[in-house]
């Protein structure tokens, strides 16, 4: 089991140095360089929500990134259309560009791409307040009734990228995932709000997956999937102050889908409110062979109201019962503690830890986890987990 207060000294200093980093104007011998201001209007983009930004925005960012003064790209108050934006950074000679977002970014309805915002290989990138509109009403409509409808895309993604900050954006109604981390290092978010309805499909909240050092601090997340998922590859990974509801939950997972699968490790999550979701604190696996594994995962201090599955392993994941391929669950899930979990169960079992018998949980720990359903404690059932408790299943 980790050193949690050495990651949590570690997280939390990282986080207070990127953000001085990011908030301050570059100093050098003889002098403070004054940070250069850029808007987008100035460039072209117009605020009635109808005429395509996308080439003010992608002029902004060219003018940034060819200048080594550290620089703010100014969204202004107003509705910008942006059909589609990808700020690639391989050769951006500045590795200090702040977007400050008054206003509204709003997507096409009809978008059919992957991603509609999209950050790569870029470093020191910090995006300051604003609102992203993914407009994903129409595709929800369609996928609940009809099928050949396009996949969705995601909000904002960031992809091979290192020193990043997102503070105070708002997110709404994405087509898919509304934030994605994907093999970065050192990403800070915090005061992220996100919101769809409880019914829209596959618009996880915030998904991490090969990152490193990632943290998200002080969020609110609704929406109709996982409020936070964390993928393949994912370590050292701090998470706290969080409100989920509705959603899916904090998820691990789904892993164990390729046999040749990173690991996640040394993951932290706690402080959270669970309000009416479908899952709280959940690792879930495919029942095939895989060297994937989970280790060192703490979930700690954590209520739940009206919550399905409070606290669930399920290493037979399989949604909706399709294509399942019903093999040895080969990921591996040890080192996982419980501590201080309250709140009300909307089911008779609380606590779920349905383990594989070819790989079953090992060092599991549980302390401190009550859980309520109809005002007389919720049951627990366990299978293949071993590990220490005080008053759970564990043996």
């Given at each position: 089991m980790m050193n949690y207060?050495?990651?949590?000294?570690?997280?939390?200093?990282?986080?207070?140095?990127?953000?001085?980093?990011?908030?301050?104007?570059?100093?050098?011998?003889?002098?403070?360089?004054?940070?250069?201001?850029?808007?987008?209007?100035?460039?072209?983009?117009?605020?009635?929500?109808?005429?395509?930004?996308?080439?003010?925005?992608?002029?902004?960012?060219?003018?940034?990134?060819?200048?080594?003064?550290?620089?703010?790209?100014?969204v202004p108050a107003g509705r910008f259309f942006v059909r589609s934006a990808y700020f690639q950074g391989d050769r951006c000679k500045n590795k200090a560009i702040r977007f400050v977002i008054d206003g509204t970014l709003l997507a096409?309805?009809?978008?059919?791409?992957?991603?509609?915002?999209?950050?790569?290989?870029?470093?020191?990138?910090?995006?300051?307040?604003?609102?992203?509109?993914g407009r994903g009403t129409a595709l929800w409509a369609c996928k609940a009734h009809s099928g050949g409808c396009p996949a969705g895309a995601t909000t904002l993604e960031?992809?091979?990228?290192?020193?990043?900050?997102?503070?105070?954006?708002?997110?709404?109604?994405?087509?898919?995932?509304?934030?994605?981390?994907?093999?970065?290092?050192?990403?800070?978010?915090?005061?992220i709000t996100v919101s769809a309805p409880g019914n829209s499909p596959n618009t996880d909240g915030i998904h991490i997956e090969s990152s490193s050092g990632v943290t998200v601090l002080n969020s609110r997340i609704a929406t109709g999937d996982d409020c936070i998922s964390i993928g393949p590859g994912s370590s050292n990974l701090w998470i706290q102050t969080i409100t989920c509801g509705p959603g899916h939950g904090v998820s691990i997972g789904s892993l164990g889908w390729s046999l040749q699968e990173a690991g996640v490790q040394n993951v932290t999550v706690k402080t959270v409110t669970f309000t009416s979701t479908e899952n709280g604190v959940r690792i879930k696996t495919w029942a095939r062979e895989s060297n994937g594994f989970?280790?060192?995962?703490?979930?700690q201090d954590l209520t739940m109201v009206n919550v399905q599955n409070p606290v669930i392993i399920d290493q037979n994941y399989c949604p909706g019962e399709h294509n399942c391929p019903r093999q040895m669950a080969g990921v591996s899930i040890s080192n996982v503690r419980y501590d201080n979990i309250h709140g009300t169960s909307a089911s008779e079992i609380g606590v779920k830890l349905d383990c594989s018998k070819e790989h079953p949980c090992s060092g599991m720990q549980m302390e401190d986890v009550n859980l309520s359903y109809e005002n007389r404690p919720a049951h627990e059932s366990c299978v293949n987990a071993f590990g220490a408790t005080r008053g759970n299943c564990l043996i």
């Open positions: 207060n050495i990651f949590i000294t570690c997280a939390l200093t990282t986080f207070i140095g990127l953000a001085f980093m990011i908030s301050s104007p570059m100093v050098v011998e003889g002098g403070v360089v004054p940070r250069r201001i850029i808007n987008v209007m100035r460039l072209g983009a117009v605020p009635d929500g109808q005429t395509d930004a996308s080439l003010p925005f992608q002029s902004a960012w060219a003018s940034a990134c060819s200048s080594l003064t550290p620089s703010t790209i100014y096409p309805s009809d978008f059919r791409n992957s991603v509609w915002i999209k950050f790569e290989k870029v470093t020191g990138v910090s995006i300051l307040g604003g609102f992203l509109d960031f992809f091979d990228s290192k020193n990043i900050m997102i503070t105070r954006l708002t997110s709404i109604n994405s087509k898919k995932f509304h934030i994605v981390i994907n093999a970065c290092q050192n990403v800070n978010l915090q005061g989970v280790r060192g995962v703490l979930f």
